[in-house]
Structures are given as structure tokens and as C-alpha cells.
């Protein structure tokens, strides 16, 4: 409904109705829409702040080229080397008109990416120690990060509102030579700010006899220049520093930027004191003697310009060129792209009127919005959604889009009222940029964001749309927790249950094994035994691989051969692996590992044939690690494991008896929670629907537990919300809680595909404060305490429930 009324009033320029082409020639990845939804895109791209997306023609004719001549270093002499070195200097001029001006009145350097493009800049502005580095709220980290080596220099930093900026360069304020430093464009909110900051400083020292105004500045084009002409030649006064990335504005190539360089300010430039293979045209070796390059470009570029990427530049201006004509179409495009997404998303509303999403930015800008649109969503009852909640669903609905606080630490703060003492808070709680902590005390620490490229189309937009209300529309009711009745009145009343499985992992990550009916398994203080003692670790990496990254875990199974403590590996397509489950017979390496954001000691096996089994497998160079004390607790001659240490400022008192494992000893799960998903899930797919059964196996339980046979009173779903203690095998585990979900569970663990479901299923029916849960998490009581087996269980045994009724 709020799709059809926005569509009612807003119009999204398509190129003269050639929008729908463009999309089948250029970008088939986008795809076709999935059968009986035609006007459903396959693919919802809208992270093009991020990266745009290369077209089709960019690649073809790209390998063209590179198939029909010899591109090679421009350092050297013969006549590929002069070809290529033409290429670059032509490519330099096309860049400048696409651009708007020519370079007569700027010089191009070509960098790694805008970051190195903004160092540059600030390398080579002529700032004065007793003068300023100003950058405004709504810069990039690149930009804030100027103000390390400023301050080092003893130069003074301000921080300041672009409103400010007026005041700040006045003359009567200025002291030394300064660098001042703002986006054109926001990449959290999409603010836009004025490219006239240049000229204002320009009049305001109008008569400074012909010398360069004390202030230097310094756009950052990099999101601006993605959707938007630059015309810099239209401007009285151009800023003397322009910072652009290429796969920004064309998605390839990636690994060129771009820094402008106005010619008047060349003669002004400081002097660096590195130089690099090509940047100079004498040096001496046993004394200080060197003479730069007399052209800046050749001056500020060291060592070999990516020249292949310089020389697909030019296929990617010409594939920009075919297919848009202009960027000032472009331009027009997205503009209404984002004014359609504004508009759709402000409409909508629970049903009791309240709104489902808080916008940032949009309309507050000095010079408008461009196409991005930062938000969080919330719920009927006004509270926020996570924002990792709301990402993880737009994955399984393939919906791309950007979480967190994108790089951008002013305007985050700004727009979701964080102040620095907040965010020190924060860290020292574990919260790190990029991690799965979403909320603090019900507030948002990061949002998410949709930006709008060349190729967005208006589907694009309504599928978001569409996914919001549909997974989102009164949001915030409770989940139909059952209230057991002999515990209504808020009395503890006991339940009996049967154990239907048990499950160990013994690689984590990996597929389970179950244990066979007849056999009892131990209970140790770590949890289950050999559960999670091993992890692959990438070669390189600090954190164990993960299924939800790599979905081919799932493909490898575990064997426990108990009479031989081995364990055997099986994947499809390669031969059974055996892996010794004593310690002393495994070469072991010191190593470090992390889970959930605390340091784990762990050993690496030094195995060529283990590293190489694994890395056919899962497609990427890695290895196998352990912690030795989890495979035989009381393996004599083991020395005691180190202390876990915090990472981030996290606590790691209970890190000792976890180790792997995530958040608890045990996850235990039932079997009429899983039934009650499973038909959900049906439900929503619809009569006639194939609809693959989701089995508790799919949640990744250690312990499957069912009604008892002949007990006093069967599970209800999800009744295990509402336990408080699970004895079980001679052993006393607390409920520490509901274990949160990820698009993990989404992984078929047969196929290694990934599914729609049940996450989506139980993002929508299955949320405590606010999280998605499915299953409880258990820990012996007194765990830590001594070694060894502290309990038997097997499938089949009796367990006892405490039920208490909890609100």
C-alpha cells in the first residue's frame, strides 16, 4: 500500500524509458526477476556509495584491448612502454573533462584510492606550525585521520560544523598557513555541502597581492563525484586539492584514486621528504643530492602508476559515456531514485500510525542530499530495531545494503547522539566498529544505508520497500511464548523431558555429529566432549572461520572413532581425513585465536596434509588449530592453559570453561520449537509451496530434547524460554538465557547452500528484546571447578526441567 501511494505522486527519471535495457545488456547480474513476481528485481543492489557496479561493455572491451596489445611499464623506453606512457597522459585529460575543466587548470595524480589521495594532500599543503588543520563533522575517517601527524607537527586541530566554516576562514581569525577539509557530499546521510568554499576565501583575501590565501583547502569528491558533474571550471575559484576514487563513479577500476592538483597552487607545495623511484630526475648516493621531477604529476607519484588501471579508465569513460551520454543525466537519475526513497520509506507506518523509519539527514545539508539515505527501523512501540537484525534479513531477502557507521565518525555521532564519552563506554563494553552489537541501551550505534547508483531502478526501491512492511509492520509484539500452567502464578514446577539426541561439533563451524543412541557421552567442564576443540583458521587470520562466511563448512563431516580417538573427516569429492584426537600426537604450534572478542590460546596443527585437505575443500589457504586441554582434559604432562585475555576491553571471566564456544557450554534445542517453525514457515510460503522441512538439526543444538513418554505434560513450543535449570545426565545446567540468531541457520547443512529459511521465519515470530532467538543456552552449574567428566548422557535419558514463570 505505501508503495502504490508513493508511486502515485513521484516520478523516477529512466533515462527516457531505456532504464530497463541498460539493466539487460550492461548488468546482467542484476537478473531477472524470480518466477511469479515479475516486478521484483533478483538482485536488490543498493550499496552503490559503497561501489557502483561495472558494466558489461567496461569488461569486454577491457579484455579486448589486453588481448591485442602489450601494456608495459612507462618508466621504460621502447614502444610499449611510449604506447602505454601515451595512454596515461590521455587518460589524464578525459578525466579532467569528465570532470569539467581541463589541465590547464589542474594536474592529476594518480594514487592507490581516495584515502591515499587525502594523505597526499595532506602531505603536501604547505601548513604552517602555527597554523590550523579544520575538517568539518561530516568528514570521512580518511579526512579525520589528517589530524594525527597535524597535531604531531604541533599544528592546532578544530573540528567544526560546515556552518562554521564562514567565521573560521575570516581574515581577522587567520594565523599561518591552514588546511581546511570537508566532503561534498556526506557518505552517512548524503548531505551535500557547497564546492564554493574556495571561491569565499579567495574574495575574502582578494587583496593578498597575488600570494595564496593562508587558507588551503582540500574536497573530498570521493561520494560526490559518484552520481553528480564536478564542473569544477564553473567555479570563480577551484579548491586547490580534489580527491576522487574511480570504481566510485564507474565500479571499475578498483585501486586507482585520483588527486587534483590546481596548477596556481603547484609553485606553493611543500617539498616531501620521501621520494620514489620516478620522482626525481638526479640523485646522488654518498651525499644529500636529488633534483625532483619538474612536472607535479611525476613528482608526487612514486615508484610505477597502476597502469593497467589507468588504461582501463578509458574503457570505463567510454562504457559511462554509451551508455548514460552524460553525467548530468545521471545526475537527474538518481536524484529521483532518492527523492522516490525518501518519500516511500517516510510513509511508512505501523498500524497504530507510529513510523517505521527514522531517517537521517536528506534535507539539512548546505546544498541538498545526494543519493544515499541513512535510517534506523522501529518498532510499533517507538523502540529501535537493530540494525544488524535488520541487515542479517535483508541478506536472506537479497537485499544489499550497509550497516554501521560507514567510515564516518562525525555525522554519526551527530545524527544518532553519541558523544565521545559514549563511544569510550561503548568500547570498553566490546563494542567494536563492524561487530553484531547494534543497540546499547536501546539506542542505535550505527544505522543502515541504501545509496542509488546509474542503474537503480525504481523495483529496487519498492522491494525495500516491500521487505520493510512485510518484515517490519507492528514489529514489537511479544512472541507467543506459551505460559506453563503449573507455573502461572509465578511458582518454579518441575518438568520431565527426554533427551532425543546429542550433538558434538567437533570442529567448529563444521557439521555435527551425532552421537550414536547407545553410547553415553561425556560431560566435561568445557560442555560436550571434543565439542568445538578444533577451528580452521584462515593463514593470516585472527578469527576462526565461520559457516555464515563460508557456507562449504557445512560440506565437511565429523566422525568420532572412540576406540581409536581419531577423528574422520569426510567431504564430498575427497578422501576421508584422519585426525588424532590425542594431543601428543599431534605436532602443535602456539598460535592465537579470538571468540567473541577474547583471545583464545590455541595450537596449530603442523600437518601439510591436514592444511592441504582443508584448504581443497573450503576453497582458501588455511589450517587446523586446538586447544589441547578440550581434546584430553586429563592428558598428563599438560601443562595448564593461560589465562583467556580481554580483546576490546571485553570481560573474559567465563572465557575459561567456554573456550570455542561462543556464549555458553551447551545450546539445547526441542523438538516441538523446531515443528512450530516448520509450520510457519509453511504458512507463509503458502498452499502448494515446497516447502523444505527445517529440522532442530538446522539450529546447530548440542542437546535435542523432546516431550517424555508417558510424561504428566508434553512441551509446548517454545516452552524452553521459560526454564531456569535442565538436569541432565547426573548434571545441573542453568538457563543462561536465549541464544540469538544469525542467517547461519540459513546454511542447508547438507548442501551448503544458503536459504531463506527458517531465519526469516523466525525473524518475524521470534524475537526477545528485540533479538531473533531460537533455542537456550546451558552451563553447568559451578562450572570451571576441577576437570574431567562431570556427567554421562545419551540419547534417550530422562531429563528434569525447573520451569519458572518468567515475565
Not at 290 to 316: F, K, M
Not at 579 to 594: A, D, H
Not at 691 to 706: E, H, K, L
Not at 716 to 735: I, K
Request: hydrophobic residues 40%.
Amino acid at each position: 500500500t505505501a508503495v502504490t501511494q508513493v508511486a502515485q505522486v513521484a516520478q523516477i527519471d529512466d533515462y527516457n524509458g531505456q532504464l530497463d535495457a541498460i539493466r539487460r545488456a550492461e548488468y546482467p547480474l542484476l537478473g531477472d526477476p524470480p518466477a511469479g513476481d515479475s516486478g521484483r528485481p533478483a538482485t536488490v543492489f543498493l550499496d552503490h556509495t559503497g561501489s557502483t557496479i561495472c558494466p558489461a561493455s567496461f569488461v569486454r572491451e577491457q579484455a579486448a584491448e589486453l588481448l591485442r596489445r602489450m601494456p608495459s611499464n612507462p618508466h621504460s623506453r621502447h614502444a610499449e612502454s611510449q604506447w602505454t606512457q601515451s595512454r596515461i597522459d590521455h587518460a589524464r585529460d578525459r578525466l579532467l573533462a569528465f570532470l569539467g575543466t581541463s589541465a590547464e587548470k589542474y594536474a592529476v595524480v594518480f594514487t592507490a584510492n581516495a584515502t591515499a589521495a587525502i594523505r597526499l594532500a595532506s602531505e603536501i599543503a604547505p601548513v604552517t606550525a602555527d597554523g590550523t588543520f579544520c575538517f568539518t563533522r561530516e568528514s570521512h575517517t580518511s579526512v579525520v585521520g589528517i589530524r594525527g601527524p597535524a597535531a604531531a607537527c604541533g599544528v592546532r586541530v578544530c573540528p567544526v560544523e560546515f556552518g562554521q566554516i564562514e567565521d573560521i576562514i575570516a581574515p581577522q581569525n587567520a594565523r599561518g598557513t591552514s588546511l581546511l577539509a570537508y566532503p561534498a557530499q556526506c557518505n552517512f546521510s548524503g548531505d551535500r555541502f557547497s564546492l564554493g568554499v574556495a571561491g569565499k576565501i579567495a574574495r575574502a583575501y582578494a587583496d593578498s597581492s597575488g600570494r595564496h590565501p593562508p587558507w588551503w583547502v582540500l574536497v573530498d569528491a570521493a561520494s560526490y563525484a559518484a552520481s553528480s558533474p564536478l564542473h569544477l571550471d564553473r567555479l570563480p575559484t577551484g579548491p586547490d586539492f580534489v580527491a576522487l576514487s574511480m570504481y566510485k563513479i564507474f565500479g571499475a577500476p578498483t585501486g586507482l584514486g585520483a588527486l587534483l592538483v590546481r596548477r596556481s597552487s603547484v609553485p606553493h607545495l611543500r617539498s616531501r621528504p620521501y621520494f620514489g623511484g620516478g620522482t626525481v630526475s638526479g640523485l646522488a648516493f654518498d651525499q644529500q643530492w636529488q633534483v625532483p621531477r619538474a612536472d607535479v604529476e611525476s613528482r608526487l607519484e612514486d615508484g610505477t602508476v597502476n597502469y593497467l588501471g589507468i588504461l582501463a579508465l578509458h574503457h570505463a569513460l567510454d562504457a559511462h559515456a554509451k551508455i548514460y551520454g552524460s553525467m548530468e543525466h545521471v545526475a537527474r537519475h538518481t536524484q529521483s531514485v532518492a527523492s522516490y526513497a525518501r518519500t516511500a520509506l517516510r510513509s511508512l507506518e505501523h498500524c497504530n500510525g507510529r513510523p517505521m523509519c527514522e531517517l537521517y539527514g536528506g534535507s539539512d545539508g548546505a546544498d541538498g542530499a545526494g543519493p544515499a539515505v541513512a535510517f534506523n527501523v522501529r518498532d510499533q512501540h517507538g523502540a529501535y530495531v537493530g540494525f544488524v537484525e535488520v541487515e542479517r534479513l535483508a541478506v536472506v531477502a537479497g537485499i544489499s545494503l550497509r550497516s554501521g557507521r560507514f567510515c564516518n565518525p562525525g555525522a554519526a555521532q551527530g545524527w544518532l547522539g553519541l558523544s565521545a564519552p559514549d563511544l569510550e563506554r561503548h568500547a570498553s563494553m566490546g563494542v567494536t566498529c563492524g561487530d553484531d552489537h547494534d543497540l546499547v541501551d536501546g539506542r542505535p550505534v550505527g544505522a543502515l544505508r541504501v545509496s542509488f547508483g546509474a542503474m537503480t531502478s525504481k523495483q529496487d526501491i519498492d522491494a525495500l520497500v516491500a521487505f520493510l512492511s512485510e518484515t517490519f509492520r507492528d514489529y514489537g509484539r511479544p512472541p507467543d511464548i506459551p505460559v506453563p500452567v503449573a507455573a502461572a502464578n509465578g511458582a518454579a514446577a518441575s518438568l520431565e523431558v527426554e533427551v532425543d539426541a546429542v550433538v558434538v561439533y567437533p570442529i567448529k563451524s563444521c557439521h555435527g555429529w551425532t552421537v550414536p543412541p547407545d553410547t553415553a557421552w561425556d560431560i566435561t567442564p568445557h560442555g560436550l566432549r571434543y565439542d568445538r576443540s578444533f577451528v580452521i583458521m584462515r593463514e593470516n587470520g585472527a578469527a576462526p572461520m565461520q559457516q555464515k562466511q563460508c557456507p562449504r563448512m557445512a560440506l565437511i563431516r565429523p566422525r568420532i572413532d572412540v576406540a581409536r580417538e581419531e577423528l574422520v573427516l569426510c567431504a564430498p569429492g575427497h578422501p576421508p581425513l584422519k585426525v588424532s584426537l590425542r594431543p601428543q600426537r599431534l605436532l602443535l604450534e602456539g598460535t592465537e585465536s579470538r571468540a567473541c572478542g577474547t583471545r583464545v590460546p590455541a595450537q596449530r596443527v603442523r600437518s601439510e596434509k591436514i592444511s592441504a585437505w582443508l584448504s581443497s575443500v573450503l576453497a582458501v589457504s588455511c589450517y587446523l588449530a586446538c586447544e589441547p586441554r578440550l581434546l584430553a582434559s586429563d592428558e598428563p604432562g599438560l601443562p595448564p592453559p593461560p589465562p583467556p585475555q580481554p580483546a576490546d576491553g571485553r570481560s573474559c571471566t567465563r572465557r575459561r570453561t567456554l573456550a570455542f564456544s561462543n556464549e555458553a557450554q551447551l545450546l539445547l534445542v526441542t523438538q516441538e520449537s523446531a515443528r512450530q517453525v516448520e509450520r510457519w514457515a509453511a504458512e507463509a510460503a503458502g498452499p502448494g509451496a515446497d516447502c523444505a522441512q527445517i529440522g532442530p538439526m538446522q539450529y546447530r543444538p548440542n542437546i535435542i530434547v523432546r516431550s517424555a513418554r508417558g510424561g504428566s505434560r508434553e512441551i509446548a513450543a517454545f516452552d524452553e524460554l521459560r526454564w531456569s535449570s535442565v538436569a541432565v545426565g547426573g548434571a545441573m545446567f542453568d538457563v543462561s538465557g536465549p541464544c540469538r540468531r544469525c542467517q547461519m541457520i540459513s546454511v542447508d547443512q547438507d548442501s551448503a547452500q544458503r536459504l531463506k529459511e527458517p531465519y526469516s521465519t523466525l525473524a518475524r515470530r521470534m524475537r526477545v528484546d528485540g533479538k531473533v532467538v531460537f533455542g537456550v543456552y546451558l552451563n553447568a552449574s559451578g562450572a570451571g571447578a576441577g576437570s574431567g567428566c562431570l556427567a554421562t548422557v545419551r540419547a534417550g535419558s530422562p531429563a528434569s526441567v525447573l520451569v519458572t514463570a518468567k515475565n
